[in-house]
């Protein structure tokens, strides 16, 4: 299984992004999905969640601006960012808990990056 994470970008104060963690290989369904970023010279920390019966939770930094979304069909996770903040620069990765029909385990995205600029 391999994930690839995409739409990270530069954007201003204020305006969307909208990243992309697309898994391929061997799948059954994605069970869980969580994304984190981690900042220069900071530790990573969770932004979203998502869990098999797409239950959301948020970390308190984004409620409210930031939305994680499963398309099952296309076993993508996405992570709508708006009304970003400079503070919400960083590197955005993705995990996710993907179950091929015997086992599941947990796979890790390359990283997309974000810059906000004020």
């Known amino acids: 299984v391999q994930l690839q994470a995409s739409g990270g970008g530069s954007v201003q104060a204020g305006e969307s992004l909208r990243l992309s963690c697309v898994a391929s290989?061997?799948?059954?369904?994605?069970?869980a999905a969580w994304w984190y970023r981690q900042a220069p010279g900071q530790e990573r920390e969770r932004v979203a969640?998502?869990?098999?019966?797409?239950?959301?939770t948020y970390a308190d930094f984004v409620k409210g601006r930031f939305t994680i979304s499963r398309d099952a069909a296309q076993n993508t996770v996405y992570l709508q960012l708006n009304n970003l903040k400079p503070e919400d620069s960083g590197i955005y990765s993705c995990?996710?808990?993907?179950?091929?029909?015997?086992?599941?385990?947990?796979?890790w995205g390359q990283g997309t990056l974000v810059t906000v600029s004020s």
């Open positions: 995990s996710l808990a993907v179950f091929t029909g015997t086992v599941t385990s947990i796979h």
């Open positions: 290989g061997n799948i059954k369904s994605i069970n």
């Open positions: 969640s998502m869990s098999h019966d797409y239950t959301t």
